[in-house]
């Protein structure tokens, strides 16, 4: 008899493509579920970045058993490694991961900003170089909803153009131009994928910057064209969090209600705790993974280094109000022990940690949302969470 696979996450298939119910409201912040034909997504949701058809440090197991209902692959990172080609011919990406409930890909088009060398941007797309090799590439609209295709996702991100929040408004208005004409074009090369789309979500990317008149066009330009959901994107660049907030003040409203709302790259505990309160319903960022591999822990009390000297005797748990498998069971000092020796297993168990307590925090917001106590949930999370306590 064949032994079940210890990597692989099963689906939890349903018939249904794509639905989104709020179960309850408190403010502007919402808690429901969206469904999926591989699963259900609760709602505000955090989702692990697997950039590489990896959560880096994970097995797919772990996230899921941290509370994951979601992961986000890297459009970029997979057409250049392993080629999204070769992803399809061995199966798809869920496949090839062992992850068999939803995955989100971003369009690759942040990536191909920040990463890529000799990038030039036309109204076709983006011509770049890759930075494994210096091979020439050329990312479009209708590429990106190939590539998604090929992968397998479950909900597709149309391809935008990123420019920075100091760049002028006219840069940035010819940029939010842009990227709404290639919302269009990704929303034709997204259904001419007939069996992928009748079985797969693509959501809207707004643009503008911090300009609250851009966000408005680009929201109903988007609206206009319609999509599964839509996310906030061009944020989470160094803007800094009350720039941030401020735009959030804003830039949420003109979005639909019966519609999930998609904060990209964000981020900080309270970044997210902050985005729940002005109503974003789906977070992602790379936060707890990479800094579990450089020996940061976030708590309720704040974040912690665990490299800090102080810890190399400490027996208690990373954080004592946290009933992950880590905190249970390992102290700080063999944590220490391990992240200052450069043993792969400090980055697995600091990560595993990591991510149980980003699920707990949205755990917790939900809850809070469904019982209408977010103001004291989130109030309570600021003050203990600034405390450094530990």
């Not at 349903?14 to 808690?31: E, I, L, N, Y």
């Not at 998604?148 to 010819?174: H, K």
């Not at 319609?226 to 720039?243: H, I, S, T």
């Not at 309270?270 to 940061?296: H, K, Y």
Request: with cysteine; hydrophobic share 40%.
């Amino acid at each position: 008899m064949t032994e079940p696979n210890p990597f692989r996450v099963p689906a939890d298939p349903s018939p249904t493509r794509f639905a989104f119910t709020v179960h309850a409201t408190d403010g502007k912040a919402r808690t429901g579920a969206i469904a999926m034909r591989r699963g259900t997504i609760r709602t505000p949701a955090f989702m692990p970045v697997g950039t590489a058809a990896t959560v880096k440090a994970m097995r797919p197991a772990e996230v899921r058993a941290a509370g994951a209902d979601i992961i986000l692959g890297n459009t970029y990172h997979l057409m250049l490694r392993p080629g999204a080609e070769r992803v399809a011919a061995l199966g798809g990406l869920h496949a090839l991961s062992g992850w068999e409930r939803p995955i989100l890909t971003d369009s690759g088009g942040y990536q191909v900003m920040s990463l890529s060398a000799l990038t030039k941007v036309t109204e076709q797309g983006v011509a770049f170089a890759s930075h494994i090799d210096g091979s020439r590439h050329m990312l479009s609209p209708e590429r990106s909803m190939e590539i998604q295709r090929l992968l397998g996702s479950d909900i597709v991100m149309c391809f935008d153009e990123l420019v920075p929040t100091t760049t002028t408004r006219d840069a940035q208005a010819r940029a939010m131009e842009r990227s709404m004409r290639w919302a269009a074009r990704s929303r034709v090369g997204f259904d001419s994928g007939e069996e992928h789309a009748s079985r797969a979500a693509l959501f809207g990317i707004q643009q503008g910057a911090l300009d609250e008149e851009l966000r408005r066009q680009s929201a109903q330009v988007l609206v206009d064209i319609g999509f599964d959901g839509y996310a906030v994107g061009g944020l989470a660049v160094g803007e800094g969090q009350e720039a941030m907030f401020a735009c959030l003040d804003h830039c949420v409203d003109p979005l639909p209600v019966d519609r999930p709302r998609y904060l990209m790259g964000v981020g900080k505990p309270d970044d997210i705790v902050g985005a729940v309160e002005r109503g974003i319903d789906m977070f992602d960022c790379v936060l707890p993974t990479r800094s579990g591999r450089n020996g940061q822990a976030f708590t309720w009390a704040g974040p912690l280094n665990i490299r800090n000297a102080r810890f190399a005797e400490d027996l208690l748990p990373l954080d004592p109000r946290c009933d992950c498998p880590v905190c249970g069971n390992v102290s700080r000092a063999y944590l220490h022990h391990l992240t200052k020796a450069g043993e792969m297993l400090g980055a697995m168990l600091m990560t595993q940690h990591n991510l149980h307590f980003y699920q707990a925090l949205m755990t917790g917001l939900r809850g809070a949302i469904a019982e209408g106590r977010l103001t004291a949930f989130a109030n309570d999370f600021r003050r203990d969470y600034a405390s450094k306590a530990f």
